[in-house]
């Protein structure tokens, strides 16, 4: 069975619109020494749209346009919003799924650099990459490449390279985070599933509260206690997908107050409550 038997779909659910799929048959030389496009296509998608893939010779890569994913890749769990990129080895097991109208431009490929790239990005970054609109006509470009078939291999190619390339660029110049940043979200990512607080975190950084929730804001782009939940959601979407323990235990195992301050704050920031996230996953 060829990679494209292997990666495309069938009759997949949640599908509102689609735009292809398009398929690109690269030349033999193209797939040696270039990168190469497979196929590809825009999607607006809702629930129940989920794809759950694994051992898949390929890469594969999302703009969002309009609404959101949520993802599972590499043992995490997170979201990619509006004008997001995500980078996905589908040599790894991973599932996607939207539950919202959620607008998007994907397509898979492989060839020269393909890993070596995906894996320095990944490590550098991890696999999703935000405030990325001034990439998206990429994404446009090669999907409207696809149908060329081989005439198009050298201009493919080249947008490939390009796109990967303003990834990495982006990537070197985000800012630095200071020590203290560093040191308390290594506690934070520790101890998120004890009782800690904002208190607590501002008292491990040395600095007052306001001084390091105005710090943490303005390098991180969040606010600590929105960083703490985040690591509270995405450890309770593992337990609720790789566990049979109830929503009470999960609850505890997060440090929420209560079941009930739990399920608000999971459907707050999923849209959906921890039930239906399992039902789902």
Same mark, same amino acid.
């Given at each position: ?8 779909? *069938? ?36 629930? *129940? ?10 890469? =594969? ?18 979201? !990619? +919003? ?18 919202? *109208?959620? &607008? ?8 020269? !650099? ?6 320095? =990005? ?7 990459? @935000? ?11 090669? =999907? ?7 005439? !198009? @291999? @050298? #201009? ?6 390009? =796109?990967?390339?303003?990834?990495? /660029? ?29 208190? @607590?975190?501002?008292?491990? !950084?040395?600095?007052? &509260? ?7 804001? /303005?390098?991180? #782009? ?14 309770? +979407? ?25 399920? &608000?704050?999971? +459907? ?5 409550? *921890?039930? /239906? ?5």
């Amino acid at each position: 069975m060829n990679i494209k038997h292997q990666g495309v779909i *069938p009759f997949e659910s949640g599908i509102i619109e689609k735009h292809g799929i398009y398929f690109h048959e690269p030349s033999a030389f193209a797939m040696q020494n270039l990168f190469y496009a497979l196929f590809g296509a825009e999607y607006l998608c809702s629930y *129940p749209y989920k794809v759950d893939r694994k051992n898949l010779n390929a890469f =594969l890569i999302f703009f969002i346009k309009t609404g959101k994913l949520h993802f599972e890749y590499r043992g995490h769990s997170f979201e !990619a +919003k509006e004008n997001s990129v995500v980078l996905v080895d589908c040599n790894f097991r991973h599932s996607y799924y939207a539950s919202e *109208p959620t &607008r998007f431009l994907w397509f898979h490929f492989h060839g020269c !650099a393909s890993s070596a790239y995906c894996e320095l =990005l990944y490590k550098n970054s991890g696999c999703v990459f @935000d405030n990325q609109h001034n990439i998206e006509h990429y994404f446009s470009d090669i =999907l409207n490449m696809l149908p060329e078939n081989s005439l !198009a @291999d @050298d #201009k493919i190619s080249v947008a490939i390279h390009k =796109l990967l390339a303003e990834l990495n /660029k982006n990537n070197r110049t985000q800012a630095v985070l200071s020590p203290p940043i560093i040191k308390v979200q290594k506690f934070m990512k520790e101890h998120f599933t004890e009782n800690i607080s904002v208190e @607590d975190a501002a008292r491990h !950084a040395a600095l007052s &509260r306001y001084h390091f929730s105005r710090q943490f804001l /303005k390098e991180t #782009k969040m606010t600590p206690r929105d960083y703490l939940l985040d690591l509270r959601i995405s450890y309770a +979407k593992n337990l609720l997908v790789n566990s049979t323990d109830s929503i009470e235990q999960i609850a505890f195992k997060c440090s929420f107050y209560s079941s009930s301050n739990f399920i &608000r704050a999971f +459907k707050q920031k999923t849209g959906m409550t *921890p039930n /239906k996230f399992r039902n789902i996953a």
